[in-house]
């Protein structure tokens, strides 16, 4: 079957803009996680989402970043008045796991986004 | 705090050559241990997962090594191949918990 999918592939925006980010992970994938990863940087956990439960956010950089997840389906990330230090790769991973833990994670090819 | 360690940087071997790839971590609690292949411009994929309680773990030239002890894991690659190159990244997980604590990852260049 198809793989996570990200979407766009590439985003230039303008500082103060704001850029919603999609993806679409594996049918019957229960959790969804969204990461951040600077130019030769690890990659930073951003939210995490499980099912029906309430997301882990607690990777949100700042307030200018929320998600949303509609039940086991697609979800968007949003990066609101977005600032030069929010240049980097994203990328969406799913697992099947309801805990996630041991669970191996799929990966989209990330969106790269670079605001000018 | 809870980090991950990799080492060397980078590395530059000639095709058909083996090389290890380090990794320490500093997670506590430890659930499991995992290698990921990332390809420039594209997503990491997995290559091995361990638990604490496995010391090896091969898939195809890749072999993974886990010392739970002494908090070190290793990558080994045989034979190499050009297209091994790319960046190899070790990632740590909390016990019973989703995050994961990712490492910077090495860049590896296999040159023909």
């Known amino acids: 079957g198809a793989g996570v999918s990200q979407s766009p592939s590439n985003k230039v925006t303008e500082k103060g803009k704001d850029v919603e980010l999609r993806c679409d992970p594996i049918?019957?994938?229960?959790?969804l996680y969204w990461y951040r990863q600077r130019l030769g940087q690890g990659l930073e956990f951003l939210i995490y989402?499980?099912?029906?439960?309430?997301?882990?956010k607690s990777g949100l950089p700042s307030d200018r970043f929320s998600a949303e997840r509609t039940g086991e389906s697609v979800s968007t990330l949003t990066i609101q008045r977005t600032q030069q230090e929010d240049s980097a790769v994203y990328l969406c991973?799913?697992?099947?796991?309801?805990?996630?833990?041991?669970?191996?994670?799929?990966f989209g090819p990330g969106t790269r986004l670079t605001v000018t | 705090k809870n980090q991950v360690e990799q080492s060397p940087q980078s590395l530059i071997i000639l095709e058909g050559k083996n090389c290890t790839l380090q990794?320490?971590?500093?997670?506590?609690?430890?659930?499991?241990l995992r290698w990921y292949k990332q390809d420039t411009g594209r997503g990491p994929v997995s290559l091995t997962i361990?638990?604490?309680s496995e010391n090896t773990k091969s898939n195809g030239r890749y072999t993974a090594t886990l010392d739970a002890d002494t908090k070190q894991s290793s990558l080994h690659i045989t034979a190499s191949q050009l297209s091994d190159s790319a960046s190899y990244i070790c990632?740590?997980?909390?016990?019973?918990?989703?995050?994961?604590?990712w490492g910077a990852g090495t860049k590896l260049i296999i040159k023909p």
């Open positions: 990632v740590v997980s909390f016990d019973s918990n989703y995050q994961l604590i």
């Open positions: 991973a799913s697992s099947r796991s309801l805990t996630g833990s041991s669970y191996e994670q799929y």
């Open positions: 989402f499980q099912g029906n439960s309430a997301p882990d």
């Open positions: 049918s019957g994938h229960t959790a």
């Open positions: 361990m638990t604490f």
């Open positions: 990794c320490n971590y500093t997670v506590s609690p430890f659930s499991n």
